[in-house]
């Protein structure tokens, strides 16, 4: 999915959708770093984009966290 089209998506989502989202992120990334203990080598591009998932999501919380309280 496009850098772009990924962070549409999730503008899209509500507050309680964002946080499932995380939490499957979280759940995701720990998955993965078992599968990279063992060796494969598939998850570290898997890894990588999780990440840059995760921070996203951070961002947009806390862009509308600041938002709500001015």
């Known amino acids: 999915m ?6 549409e998506r999730l503008r899209e989502l509500s507050d309680d959708d964002l946080r499932e989202e995380t939490a499957r992120l ?3 990334m720990f998955r993965l770093n078992f599968k990279l203990a063992i060796g494969d080598m598939d998850a570290v591009k898997r ?3 999780e990440k840059r998932t995760y ?6 919380t ?9």
């Open 2 to 7: 496009k850098r772009h089209d990924e962070l």
């Open 26 to 28: 979280k759940e995701s």
């Open 55 to 60: 921070a996203r999501i951070k961002t947009l």
């Open 47 to 49: 890894i990588r984009n």
């Open 62 to 70: 806390r862009e509308r966290a600041k938002s709500a309280a001015q």
